[in-house]
């Protein structure tokens, strides 16, 4: 009997691990820590609509989303302009959020640092933004290149939605 990746994502879930295939790759972790979840909360929070190119900033957290190439990832906080049809609300969402931000978990830096913002961008997400809360740095990644900033600071998506990380 074969199981599908999104069925196998699902399943990991259930046991309280985070699976995600990038283009085919598995790349396990474990459930986040409670500071990860406070830094998640905090930044969530914070997330308004600055200006008229972004009327709705949806923000999802830890949403399933099933991408070209065999992938099906699962964003710390996704945001998006328009609200997930009705249709999809109870499986993978098949739409490409305008922005992510990716919380770095101890032990996953690389999965973080390296290969999500190159597969995000690569998915045509616009803005991807990276927070360490060991070191307070941020990287924020779109396609004319990454800033390496400090926070607490403010960002401001491309979608015309902002938060500070």
Known sequence: MS??????????????????????LAV????PVAQHQLELDRIRASIQVVSSSGDICVH???VLFKFQENSWVTP????????PPSSERHQA???????VVEIISEGYK????????????AMGVQDVVIFDPQTRLVYHHR???????????????ECGCSCEV
């Open 3 to 24: 199981i599908s990746p999104e069925d196998l994502i699902m399943q990991a879930d259930v046991m309280n691990v985070r699976l995600d295939m990038m283009r085919g």
């Open 28 to 31: 396990w972790e474990a459930a």
């Open 60 to 62: 999802l957290a830890n």
């Open 76 to 83: 710390d906080i996704a945001l998006l302009q328009t609200l």
């Open 93 to 99: 969402l098949n739409s490409v959020p305008e922005a």
């Open 110 to 121: 690389r999965k973080d640092l390296e290969l999500a913002p190159e597969f995000y961008l």
């Open 143 to 157: 396609k004319d290149g990454t800033k390496r900033l400090e926070s607490p600071i403010p960002i401001t998506f």
